[in-house]
């Protein structure tokens, strides 16, 4: 159904402690010191570094939003501070967290267009604790064609994050838009580590092989961009989709993780109508809880994949 696919092309770049000795055999990696996931931070000698990790996927609902937002909220929970950038124009991720779009001065739009605009002007606290946001903007639309002009400009994001004082959060986490396009760019370039949110859908494995033929460019821009794995979304347990496209992902992807996998819910979506998360609208229900263990295991607390392949058979 899922139909065979070229191999990644980040093979071996993407073991988190559990895993690098789990699946990477005698724990030897190929991944590069600096960047390895399987060293506490401060074994790889930057205690302080905030960690920069995008939700991407260039198809369309996907739940890198609903991802990007409660994650956030489980690692604040966690005692984390987290600041999400909203990087998709059409601002999902910024209403859902109670901003006034209509009323805002500063965007990541000046973010990315305006050298004197850096970070700490556009951050705005939300309405969920520790959790704040460089908000997005609907002009954001039109920066792919602003951008045509400025020099470096896959790299705007990238100089703006490596201007700014990040020390304040433990979490960047960036939400992307649904395109493969100049912004999309940015952000590969600019983040340190990437997780591809993917629902059970028959396309869905098949649309990988142009974000990882970009992933294969982008890699001379950013060498150490680690791939952390699969985010399986929407997640039904009678659904033939869901349990195909895992086994489909393990198969294919041996070497990649597939994080603890969010079961489908349909009472989900209220809580962005609700503008929170669904760990503080539905504090008890599966979905907050598969978010709270995919905090856990940003966290290198919980193991992957087999929760995944549990919520595929029990969600
Ligand atoms: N676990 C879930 N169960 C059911 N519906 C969900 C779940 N997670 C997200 N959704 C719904 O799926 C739709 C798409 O989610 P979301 O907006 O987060 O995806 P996206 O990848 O950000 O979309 P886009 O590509 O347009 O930015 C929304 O209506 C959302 O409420
Ligand atoms: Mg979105």
Request: with cysteine.
């Amino acid at each position: 159904m899922f139909g065979r696919y070229i191999p990644d092309p980040i093979r071996g770049r993407q073991c988190l402690p559990q895993q690098a000795r789990r699946r990477c055999g005698n724990g030897e990696s190929t991944v590069r010191p600096e960047t390895r996931l399987g060293e506490t931070l401060a074994e790889a000698g930057n205690p302080t570094m905030t960690r920069i990790i995008a939700f991407f996927n260039q198809k369309g609902g996907t739940a890198k939003t609903t991802s990007t937002l409660n994650v956030a909220a489980a690692l604040a929970e966690r005692g984390q501070r987290v600041l999400v950038l909203d990087l998709d124009p059409q601002a999902s991720l910024t209403m859902a967290l109670g901003v006034d779009v209509a009323a805002l001065g500063l965007s990541v739009y000046d973010l990315l267009l305006d050298e004197s605009v850096g970070i700490a002007e556009v951050v705005t606290p939300t309405s969920i604790a520790r959790v704040d946001i460089a908000p997005s903007h609907p002009d954001l639309a039109a920066a792919e064609l602003e951008l045509l002009n400025v020099l470096e400009r896959e790299r705007q994001l990238d100089n703006r994050l490596r201007q700014a004082d990040l020390d304040r959060w433990d979490f960047v986490l960036v939400d992307s838009p649904p395109a493969l396009n100049i912004i999309s760019i940015n952000i590969l370039v600019a983040i340190r580590e990437l997780i591809i949110p993917i629902e059970p859908h028959p396309l869905s494995v098949m649309v990988l092989q142009r974000l990882f033929d970009t992933l294969r460019r982008i890699r001379r821009l950013n060498p150490d961009l680690v791939l952390l794995g699969f985010l399986p979304t929407k997640v039904h347990h009678s659904s033939r989709l869901a349990v195909d496209m895992i086994a489909t992902l393990e198969t294919q992807f041996p070497d990649l993780s597939l994080l603890p996998a969010i079961p489908l819910s349909v009472r989900g979506a209220e809580s962005t109508a609700e503008m929170t998360s669904v760990l503080h609208y539905m504090p008890r229900s599966t979905v907050a809880a598969a978010y709270r263990d995919v905090g856990a295991w940003l966290l290198g607390e919980q193991p992957a994949s087999a929760s995944s392949k549990e919520a595929a058979h029990h969600a």
